[in-house]
């Protein structure tokens, strides 16, 4: 009687290890290097901005804005919203 007759799970495991993990290893290895050609290629090269601003409200809830969205005029804080990242 072998290993894999006495129930040991030495030599049985063996199997299963071959057809799932590795194959699951090979893909977790593969599938990166596949990918880091179209990493490499060079970005557009956009302008720097001449100014960054930031604008910090203290006491000023993150949802008032929005909630009084309509009541706001043309420009300032409006214009903030909709142009400006926020």
Same mark, same amino acid.
């Given at each position: 009687?072998?290993?894999?007759?006495?129930?040991?799970?030495?030599?049985?495991?063996?199997?299963?290890?071959?057809?799932? *993990?590795?194959?699951?290893?090979?893909?977790?290895?593969?599938?990166?290097?596949?990918?880091?050609?179209?990493?490499?290629?060079?970005?557009?090269?956009?302008?720097?901005?001449?100014? *960054?601003?930031?604008?910090? *409200?203290?006491?000023?809830?993150?949802?008032?804005?929005?909630?009084?969205?309509?009541?706001?005029?043309?420009?300032?804080?409006?214009?903030?919203?909709?142009?400006?990242?926020?």
């Amino acid at each position: 009687m072998d290993a894999a007759e006495s129930g040991t799970g030495e030599l049985t495991a063996w199997p299963a290890f071959r057809r799932i *993990v590795l194959p699951t290893l090979a893909a977790c290895f593969t599938l990166p290097a596949l990918a880091l050609p179209s990493l490499a290629a060079p970005l557009p090269t956009r302008e720097k901005p001449k100014l *960054v601003l930031q604008i910090t *409200v203290d006491q000023f809830r993150g949802d008032l804005p929005r909630r009084y969205f309509d009541r706001l005029g043309k420009g300032g804080l409006r214009y903030l919203l909709e142009e400006g990242i926020h």
